[in-house]
């Protein structure tokens, strides 16, 4: 049912053999570039998140659920199918820390993963309270994000979690 690619956050992402985007170019310090991941995302802009994420084969990402992602083609899938799935996305940023140390930076960030899927003729809005950490890497100037791990900010214990 729920596919959460990034999610950043997630579902954070983006797609091999793209080429970085002039957008995401744009994004010359990690803070700037977590946001823009984030409203990439949002925006369904493959492109662009592509272009601010690591194609690494051997990085390891963790999404709700129990999803593993391990490099960019498993990651790309995921995206693709959340992209297909939701009608649209909203994300709004609760809040957002960034630590650096040279070309390394790491954050901790909470956010709502507002996802709209239609069910017959209804539009049907779900917002998943969610929590995500990652690490970055700059990269020719860029920074790009490594990896991830996302879980949910609260869960009512009683109902089960969404399918993938």
């Known amino acids: 049912m ?3 690619g990034l999610v950043i956050s997630l579902s954070l992402v983006l797609f091999a053999g793209t080429a970085p985007t002039e957008a995401a170019s744009e994004a010359s310090d990690p803070e700037s570039a977590i946001r823009r991941m984030v409203r990439a995302n949002a925006e369904k802009d493959l492109p662009t998140l592509s272009g601010l994420m690591a194609h690494d084969a051997d990085i390891i990402s963790y999404g709700v659920a ?15 199918d959340e992209f297909a799935n939701a009608q649209k996305l ?7 820390t960034v630590w650096t140390n040279g070309d390394l930076a790491w954050y901790a960030m909470e956010l709502d993963y507002i996802r709209y899927v239609t069910d017959g003729a209804v539009l049907k809005r779900t917002v998943l309270p969610m929590r995500e950490t990652g690490i970055l890497e700059r990269r020719d100037g860029r ?10 900010r609260s869960v009512q214990l009683s109902a089960p979690l969404p399918d993938h």
Request: charged content about 25%; overall charge neutral; hydrophobic content about 45%.
């Open 2 to 4: 729920i596919r959460l």
């Open 66 to 80: 129990g999803r593993k992602y391990i490099g960019w083609p498993e990651l790309e899938q995921g995206i693709r």
């Open 90 to 96: 909203e994300i709004p940023i609760h809040a957002l």
């Open 143 to 152: 920074w790009q994000l490594l990896s991830w791990h996302e879980s949910f």
